[in-house]
């Protein structure tokens, strides 16, 4: 069966990166979430998708020079109209959350732009506190920062990003001890999918947004889509099994 990961949460019907996205994808039947961390200034792992609040709350400027309170004091831009305040959640919020569930958590550290002091040791950290090492993946565009949290707690899977062809990707999985990939969708063909299963690679595309690309990906057995639809991949992942 292929899996269904909730991207930022639901975040085609719900703000992105917020408990209620999370919730949403539970309901709808997702298998697991995806959310993107960074540090706050005062340490505090985050959960936001961009280094600034700019484009998703009503503040302004880098998450790295704000507190935990002073973030989750922003108000969080909603065009859904999800009823309720919204702000910004502690990493830590998110893992009580999964204590009382079975998902699955895809960790995406923002770390490629800037480069936040010991967020790998913290967050393996917080993994282990919550019991969670069965249930994360972590994945990053900054491959480094994954193999470093492999080298911290190699019991963790890491899945690189990537955004361009890469040559038998699965090669280079197995080279820093990846145990999946998450390739942007555009650049993966069928072959190249089944190919890295065939070789024990997991495969996780980002971002499947479509009925046709759902349908695609459910027919060859995919290992997982990230999609920020979890319910229309659930309705149609149904008629597969």
Known sequence: MTFIFAHRGSAGTHPENTMEAFLQAER??????????????DGEIVVIHDETVNRTTSGKGFVKDFTLAELQNLDVRDRFGVAGKLRIPALKEVFGWLKTNRLL??????????????????TVALIKAYQLEERVIFSSFNHYSIIHCYRLAPEIEIAPLYSEMLFMPWVYAKS?????????????????????????????????????????????????????????????????E
Request: proline share 4%; charged share 30%; net charge negative.
């Open 105 to 122: 958590c895809n960790i995406e550290l923002k770390t490629a732009k800037i480069s936040y002091p010991s967020i790998e040791e913290k």
């Open 28 to 41: 709808a039947g997702a298998d697991g979430i995806e959310l993107d961390v960074q540090l706050s200034k």
């Open 176 to 240: 820093i001890r990846a145990g999946g990939i998450h390739p942007r969708l555009v650049t993966t063909s069928d072959q190249i999918i089944q190919t890295a299963m065939e070789n024990g690679i997991a495969v996780r595309p980002y971002t499947v947004n479509t009925e046709k690309d759902m349908r695609r990906l459910f027919e060859i057995g995919c290992t997982a889509i990230i999609t920020d639809y979890p319910e229309m991949a659930e309705r149609i992942r149904k008629e597969y």
